[in-house]
Structures are given as structure tokens and as C-alpha cells.
């Protein structure tokens, strides 16, 4: 909803506290914008009290001899001069009626419905003004803090400073909450007192800041006669306001402009600059053919990414600006939401307290807070006994892989050598995806991930995986199990994706059996090679991620763990869960251990931990494998760290997620989607849900130009069909390129797309409080470019 536009300058004005001035100055601000341009703009969004005091009416009053070019409006308008949360439900007393406080997301469509109307009536350049109410935590309509209401709108702002008495330390505060949500300050104003002097000390602050401010004589005291009083304040603003166009009102002036011309220079210099120094991972620049490939994001809110459109399309009076929905949820790291200011707080807390700290031997709370939670009450609750941090998901597997390997080797009789050691190999299953580092790439067969060092060590399972055809749900078993079966085993549809989860009551079936025989007679028969010995079993349990996005059939994964466990005990193999990406609610449940009803000896978590705001990986262990590493010798502990070990701002980020998110999985909006899937609520079946909507996704496996599709909490999966398929397919992109580009703007879709493809395969993936409205409307653009494939 970020808005910005070539033909028209606009800015939002902040006060630093109530009644310090800001409706008087943003007046001088309109007033001399008037004397400069064909047309001006003001809007105050929410007015509360008397007409005759209004602030809209205030600005008309004074705009002097160019009132044909002011254009003011008010959007809600309340009689109580109250704080707008508390004037909104005054009214609605008054009236003894009930009056609907516009939410947020209401507010804010139509501050920037008015903002986009003004654009596209303004002339080659205007100014614009959009004051705020009251202070900058001031409550609005809705009763959040304004400096939440408005940060979708991501408007630069003038913040207004406080020239009383304390004024130093509320405007600095003001300035510091604005910053803490990423707002762009161009300027402060206030008054000058010669008493408190507040100007005098706030300058120089601020120009370290490269912040402007600029200080201006204070308005006369008010005349209780109203004809006197409109003297003096007329007489105050020719004062401000010359006729020459010279003085401080018009510097600021300048100075704005020349920020918004910046600001556009800067963002349409972006492309050329990203394409002559970076080099992005995961994209072969061969293919890109110019600077209208470079997506350049200017910001982010919500499930929402801004993006700057100018260097693809000419953009009279539109914005340049497009909401784009992050259809990856940022390559599944997105939790909360963009710029979600409770965990931005968070970071700041923890980087005021501690910056970064060394923990080997040391502990802070926030590192021990997380520690306890995650292995007492979270996902490593009734098996792990110890947390190790790293610093992403990837070397987080590495930890997990040696703490494995070591406690393989030391229960063997007699221990492994080193030589020995060094030749152990894993077991896995084909298109697993650990990581890039190539620790973790080894721990992989042979892909396209795989580099020059990568040295495959192991044996890998080709496994039988869930989808939905045409509304039913299948299991598709591999050729390699089909063969060893008397029977069919392929293509039996169930009835419910609860009915595929409900692990413990397949373990009884025939396909079990068939998996059982399959997979014992396979290990038989890789003991008895001589190399690689396999010292574990690594699995991405529930969905193989960037192998793509393959909903391994979970009784298959049970089985494993169930065999590999059986053996003699020096025999048996660590279990690591790689749960990197499905951990922590992404599939609807908080770690997959309960639904396969067994837990690892180790598993690894990231990505969400911190709600997408910053890396940070934790590798849970069992008191065996912690044990293993347990002796008198300073060789035989972990040797391994990172310089940002249990960084502090990243593990009191991780706390605020885990608060945050166990009210999100306890809210309304996780209660309606489960009830919506026929099967989530029965008592005898595993609660398998998804945020996507049940008929959406069985409609859309009808269509001719998919293969099936599947889904479970916040991720919906989409494979084309494709016969190459594979990750060099370009059919998905392709199939669904139409949903990138932004509908027509007065549209309530009018967002663009950004999504991921893995060759034949698109999925896109949602926050874990984003609103099912904007889940409906991105289904809506799905079925859109499908259907019209179809037809």
C-alpha cells in the first residue's frame, strides 16, 4: 500500500507530543506550498471535536490569497474532542446506535484511495500533506498506536518537535519509535522557546543523524476575540510565509523536494547498480535480459512486499510504488509478518542490552530463556535434554550430522578410529535438501545443488508421496516398493488427508507391511557392503522442501525410524529431524515428532524461530548424544562455534516469536481453518488443517494443466503437468507468470505476485497470521491464471 508518485510530493506529519504545534506549522507548510504550485493537498484522516476547531477548517482559514488551489478533506469526523478510539465509541453512545470502527486495513485503503484520487488530479508537480492526531503512540480509530495504523502506507514523514519543557527527550523518544518501524524522516520542526532552548541542543543531535531541523517564532497568544485572534494568526503566517518565497518555511521547502527527488533517483538507479555488483544466489544471470528483471523492494509490511515499477512502465500520475504479496514468505522464513514492530522491539531490546556477547562457558537470559522453552516446553519437550545455537539452518544440520557421527562411532565396540570415522555415510531420502554448505550437501545424493567438493556419502530411499488428482487423495508408491509387492500398491485413493496422518492407525495396513519388507530387506542388504557404514538417519520430516516440495507419505517415514531402531543396540542409528523448514507451525503443528509418533535424537530449527527477522538456528540433542561428547579431554567435546554463537538479539527475537505465535495457533483464524477441513476436528485423527481452502485446492486439482496438488498449514503446492519435470522445468513459472502482475489499482486485488518456482512445481506459502481475506484473494489470482490456462 507504500505509495509514491513523480507528480505529487507527499508527507505525513507526526507529532512528537500532543499540542506542540503541528496543525500551526503543516498550515505554513500548506500555505507555502500553495504560493509555489498550481495545487496543493491536505487531508486530515481523523478529526476529533468542534467543526470550528478542526484542523482541515484551520488550514482553509489561513491558506491566504490561494485558496482556489488548496484541496483539504477530512476522511472521519467525530464531536468529542477525545483521543479517536475513545471519540469513535463516545459517538456511537450518543447516537445510541452501533457505529463500525474501520479497522486498520480499512483505514489505511482509504487514506491511500484518497492520496491515489489527489495524484491523479495534480498537476506536473504538487505538494501533499496527510496530518496525523495527536501524538506518535497516539491511539487510532481502532486503538492501535498511529505509528502502527499509518507504517502501512510508508509515507516520509516531517515529525514535529516539542519545544516545552522535556521537549528534548519526546521529540528524541518520537523520533526513536518512528525509526524503530523503519519510517523515513526527511525533517523536524518546531519552535523556538528562549527559555528552554530546545532547538539549540536538537540540531546538532540530529545533524549527526543527517536529519534537518528547523526552528520557527512561536504563533501569538490566542485572542479571545475572534476577528483579533484571526488578525494576529493571519498576521503570523505572512510572518512564516512571505511573499518573497524566502525564509525557513521555504529552505524546508527545498529541502523536501530535493528528498523526494533523491528518493526516486535512488530507486530508479537501483537495477543498473544491483546488475553491475551482485551476484544473487539461486539465479542464472544468463537469463536476465535487463534491468526489468531486478524486482527492487523499497519496503515491506504485513505478507506484503513494496516494489518500485518505474523502470518497467511508464507511470504518469500512478504509483510507483506496487504492493507485491511475498508468496514465499521470503523463502519460508516469514512467521509474523514484514517489520513486525513486536519483534523489532525485541531486537532492539537485546541489542541495547547486550550488542553481542561471547558464550562459550557464559549464559545470558534471552540464550537461556530460549534453551529452556525450546527443550522443556517446545519441540524438543519429553526427549532432548541439551540446545546447541548456530547461526542458520545449515550449519545447524552440519552440528546435527557430527553430533550423529560421533554418536555412532563411540558406541561401537570397539569405538571407531578417526580413519573410520571419516567413512560413514547416512541414510536419507532422494530429494532431501539440507543446506548449502557442503557438510550438509553430503549428507545428499547428487543433485543440482550439489558443487564441485560434494561427496556423496550414504544411500538414499526413492519414497512414496501424498497428492491430491482431482479431489481425492493418493499415495504414489515408487516403482522400486510397487515391484516388491504381490499386490497393487499404487493410486489408492483415501479419504481425508487425516486419514493419510493418522499414522498410528496405518501402521496396521497392508502398505504398511509392503514398507516394512521393502525397507528391512534394503538395510540388509547395506550392512553387509563394506562401504559406507550408515551412522544415521537424516530426514526432512513430512515435506522435502527444495527437493520439491514432496509430501513424503509419513507411515513411510515411521517405518524408518521404527527399523533403524530395532537394530542391536550398536547398531541402531541416531535419528536427526531436519526441521528447518516444517517446524514451528508451518504445516499447522509445532514440530512433526507427535504426529509420527516418534521423536528424533536430534532435530534442527530455524527460519521461523525468529518470526523471518534475522538468522538464527538451534540443534536440539538428546542426553546420548550430549553424553557422547561428555569426557576429561578438551578434544573430545563439540570443536564447534560461530563468533555470533546465541547472538542475543536473535534469541530474545526467537522468545517474542514463540510468545507471538501460540497466540496465532490459539486465535480464530487457526480455529475457522481447521473446522473448514473435513477431518481436521476428529477426535481419533491427527489435526492436519491448512490456512488454503479446502474446495479451492480440491477445485484446482481438476484442471487440466496441474497434476496434482497438496497442501498443509501454510504451504500450497502446485505441480504442473510436465513430463520432463525435474528442477531445469520452466512450465510452472510459466504457467502461472500471470499472477505477478498487479491488477488494475482500484481493484481489491490489486497486488502483485512474487512466488517461487522448483521446475514443475510452484508453491506459495503464507505467513502464520495472514489474514484469510488476503488468502482468498491470493487463491482468487491462482484460479485466474489456472482456469484461463485450462480454457
Known amino acids: 500500500m507504500s505509495l509514491l508518485f513523480k507528480n505529487l510530493r507527499v508527507h505525513q506529519v507526526f507529532g512528537a507530543n500532543t499540542d506542540v504545534g503541528k496543525t500551526l506549522l503543516t498550515s505554513a507548510l500548506v500555505r507555502a506550498s500553495a504560493t509555489k504550485h498550481e495545487r496543493v493537498f491536505y487531508l486530515k484522516p481523523v478529526s476529533t471535536g468542534p467543526m470550528q476547531d478542526a484542523d482541515d477548517e484551520h488550514v482553509k482559514r489561513y491558506i491566504g490569497a490561494n485558496k482556489d488551489r488548496l484541496h483539504a478533506a477530512c476522511l472521519y469526523r467525530f464531536s468529542e474532542p477525545l483521543s479517536p478510539h475513545l471519540a469513535v465509541q463516545l459517538e456511537a453512545d450518543k447516537e445510541q446506535t452501533e457505529i463500525p470502527v474501520p479497522s486498520d486495513e480499512t483505514f489505511g485503503s482509504a487514506v491511500a484511495s484518497h492520496i491515489r484520487q489527489n495524484a491523479s488530479g495534480a498537476p506536473s508537480y504538487s505538494h501533499m500533506y496527510v496530518e496525523t492526531a495527536g501524538g506518535i503512540h497516539s491511539p487510532s480509530l481502532s486503538g492501535t498506536t498511529q505509528a502502527d495504523a499509518y507504517r502501512p502506507l510508508f509515507l516520509p514523514t516531517i515529525l514535529i518537535g516539542d519545544s516545552r519543557l522535556g521537549g528534548i527527550s519526546s521529540t528524541i523518544s518520537a523520533y526513536e519509535s518512528l525509526m524503530l518501524r523503519g519510517y523515513i524522516v526527511d525533517c523536524i520542526l518546531l519552535f523556538k522557546d528562549e527559555y528552554y532552548r530546545n532547538g539549540e541542543y536538537l540540531a546538532p543531535y540530529f545533524a549527526e543523524k543527517q536529519i534537518n531541523v528547523a526552528t520557527f517564532d512561536p504563533p501569538p ?211 532431501s535438501y539440507h543446506g548449502d554448505t557442503i557438510g550438509a550437501m553430503d549428507a545428499c545424493e547428487e543433485g543440482v545443488y550439489t558443487c564441485e567438493w560434494h561427496n556423496a556419502k550414504g544411500y538414499w530411499f526413492d519414497p512414496p508421496y501424498v497428492g491430491i488428482r482431482k479431489g481425492k487423495v493418493h499415495i504414489t508408491v515408487p516403482e522400486s516398493i510397487a515391484l516388491q509387492s504381490e499386490g497393487s500398491v499404487n493410486g489408492d485413493a483415501l479419504q481425508s ?180 477441513w473435513s477431518g481436521a476436528g476428529d477426535t481419533d485423527s491427527p489435526r492436519v488443517f491448512s490456512l488454503w481452502d479446502q474446495g479451492f485446492v480440491e477445485a484446482i486439482s481438476h484442471l487440466a494443466p496441474v497434476k496434482e496438488v497438496m497442501t498443509l498449514g501454510t504451504l500450497l503446492v502446485i505441480k504442473t503437468q510436465d513430463d520432463s519435470g525435474g528442477y531445469r522445468s520452466n512450465s510452472a513459472q510459466a504457467l502461472l507468470k500471470p499472477v505477478v502482475a498487479a491488477l488494475n489499482e482500484e481493484s481489491p486485488n490489486a497486488f502483485g505476485m512474487h512466488f517461487r518456482t522448483l521446475g514443475n512445481v510452484a508453491y506459495f506459502m503464507t505467513s502464520l497470521n495472514s489474514p484469510s481475506k488476503t488468502i482468498r484473494a491470493v487463491e482468487d489470482r491462482i484460479w485466474s491464471a489456472l482456469s484461463n490456462a485450462h480454457s
Open 221 to 431: 497568544p490566542r485572542h479571545s476575540d475572534p476577528s483579533a485572534n484571526f488578525d494576529l494568526t493571519e498576521r503570523y503566517y505572512q510572518s512564516l510565509v512571505p511573499p518573497t518565497q524566502e525564509g525557513s518555511i521555504f529552505n524546508v521547502l527545498s529541502h523536501l523536494d530535493a528528498c523526494h527527488s533523491r528518493r526516486l533517483e535512488e530507486l530508479e538507479s537501483m537495477p543498473r547498480r544491483t546488475l553491475d555488483t551482485i551476484w544473487w544466489p539461486f539465479v542464472q544471470h544468463g537469463h536476465v535480459k535487463g534491468e526489468q528483471d531486478v524486482n527492487v523492494i523499497d519496503s515491506a509490511f504485513g505478507d506484503f512486499f513494496s516494489v518500485y515499477n518505474g523502470h518497467r512502465s511508464k507511470r504518469t500520475k500512478k504509483s510507483l510504488l506496487e504492493p507485491q504479496f511475498d508468496g514465499s514468505a521470503s523463502w519460508w522464513t516469514q512467521a509474523l509478518g514484514h517489520a513486525n514492530p513486536a519483534l523489532t522491539t525485541a531486537a532492539a531490546r537485546a541489542a541495547g542490552r547486550y550488542g553481542h556477547v561471547m558464550f562459550p562457558q557464559a549464559t545470558h537470559l534471552p540464550a537461556l530463556n530460549l534453551a529452556e522453552r525450546l527443550v522443556k516446553d517446545g519441540p524438543g519437550k519429553d526427549w532432548a535434554s541439551r540446545a546447541f545455537f548456530s547461526d542458520d539452518g545449515s550449519t545447524g544440520m552440519e552440528i546435527a550430522l557430527k553430533m550423529a557421527l560421533r554418536a555412532y562411532a563411540i558406541k561401537q565396540s570397539p569405538p571407531l578410529d578417526m580413519a573410520n570415522r571419516k567413512e560413514l555415510g547416512v541414510l536419507g531420502l532422494k530429494g
Open 497 to 676: 488427508l487425516s486419514q493419510v496422518y493418522d499414522v498410528k492407525q496405518r501402521l496396521d495396513t497392508p502398505l504398511a507391511s509392503v514398507y516394512r519388507t521393502f525397507v528391512s530387506q534394503t538395510l540388509d542388504r547395506l550392512q553387509k557392503k563394506e562401504s559406507p557404514a550408515l551412522a544415521a538417519l537424516v530426514l526432512e520430516p513430512i515435506v522435502l522442501g527444495a527437493g520439491g516440495m514432496i509430501f513424503v507419505d509419513p507411515l513411510f517415514q515411521r517405518i524408518l525410524v521404527d527399523l533403524v531402531r530395532e537394530a542391536e543396540p550398536s547398531k541402531t542409528l541416531p535419528v536427526i529431524f531436519d526441521e528447518v523448514f516444517v517446524g514451528l507451525y508451518r504445516l499447522g503443528m509445532e514440530t512433526s515428532g507427535p504426529l509420527l509418533g516418534v521423536h528424533p535424537d536430534i532435530s534442527v530449527h530455524a527460519k521461523i524461530l525468529t518470526g523471518g527477522l534475522l538468522p538464527l538456528a538451534v540443534t536440539l540433542a538428546s542426553d546420548e548424544t550430549f553424553q557422547a561428547f561428555l569426557s576429561e579431554n578438551k578434544t573430545d567435546a563439540l570443536l564447534h562455534g560461530h563468533s555470533y554463537t546465541a547472538h542475543p538479539v536473535g534469541c530474545e527475537v526467537a522468545n517474542e516469536t514463540l510468545n507471538m505465535l501460540q497466540k496465532v495457533v490459539c486465535g480464530d483464524e487457526w480455529k475457522e481453518a481447521q473446522e473448514r
